[in-house]
């Protein structure tokens, strides 16, 4: 025979304190661990999913962006000649939709652009020595390269970017020589329509495409869903000439669902509470 004080103290509230107290922690572990499980699988989720959006905003751009050389290779077969850039353009236009507007800058300052309605102010506007554009003019006339401007406040008003890829030409000694720009102007949200980012918030997610300024260092919200911050988000790159921008996703309402998270303290209250009387009514015997 068990002495009667064992058997009274597992008849004690103390000791059925206790057998509660560990069963709810079980409980609370087992919670922990199972959302736990649940968050990194919808994050790796979520992931996969931001990248297919990022690749298609990439892509988006690319395509857009890639008119430059069509421009550039008419300019340069006209030995720096601009009188076929009118033709060229329209027909460039009609086969990029993401293309806001086409440019030429000749030394650098804006001197033909389609469509001209609307754009007016920009003509004559100077590249190579704007404050606020100059840094990635001036990495595009020294590297020879692409580079993607922006997003800033177009001068003709509204928000856009722009793509500048710099030609040389050859004088009569042979040498190669700066000519100017053929330019590429996109405009926001615009350029985002073929990416169908929105569709995200249909599918419950908040969404922030954004980069880190050249000259501040600081991030620049480029175009958000949300008028607060991501709650932890995932982030994805999206390349595009020079530079890089991020989108970064997240669930609207946090990883954490509060109504699920409660569903599940209530189940393991009643388990714990089913366990504890389970336990009193085996030690009452």
């Not at 840094?135 to 722009?162: I, S």
Request: positive net charge; glycine residues 8%.
């Amino acid at each position: 025979m068990q002495p009667a004080n064992s058997i009274a103290y597992r008849r004690s509230p103390t000791s059925t304190a206790i057998v509660f107290i560990v069963c709810a922690l079980a409980a609370a572990v087992l919670i922990w661990f199972t959302e736990t499980s649940r968050i990194e699988q919808e994050r790796s989720r979520v992931s996969n999913l931001a990248g297919e959006y990022a690749l298609a905003l990439q892509m988006n751009i690319e395509n857009a962006l890639s008119a430059t050389y069509a421009l550039a290779t008419m300019i340069e077969l006209n030995h720096g000649n601009r009188r076929d850039f009118a033709t060229t353009a329209a027909a460039l236009r009609s086969f990029y939709p993401g293309i806001a507007a086409l440019e030429l800058a000749p030394g650098g300052v804006v001197s033909d652009i389609s469509p001209l309605a609307g754009n007016e102010k920009a003509l004559g506007h100077n590249l190579l020595t704007d404050p606020e554009r100059d840094k990635e003019a001036f990495l595009a006339r020294e590297t020879g390269k692409l580079t993607l401007a922006g997003p800033f406040n177009l001068v003709q008003g509204g928000q856009g970017a722009a793509g500048r890829l710099p030609v040389y030409l050859r004088d009569e000694k042979g040498q190669r020589r700066f000519w100017g720009f053929v330019i590429v102007l996109i405009h926001f949200p615009g350029l985002l329509g073929p990416a169908r980012l929105p569709a995200l918030v249909e599918r419950g997610y908040d969404y922030a495409l954004w980069r880190v300024h050249p000259d501040t260092g600081r991030r620049q919200m480029i175009v958000s869903s949300s008028s607060t911050p991501l709650i932890d988000p995932v982030n994805r790159a999206v390349q595009v000439p020079n530079a890089s921008w991020t989108l970064s996703v997240a669930p609207c309402g946090g990883w954490i669902s509060p109504a699920m998270l409660a569903m599940k303290a209530a189940i393991a209250l009643f388990i714990a509470l089913l366990a504890t009387a389970s336990w009193r009514t085996l030690v009452a015997k």
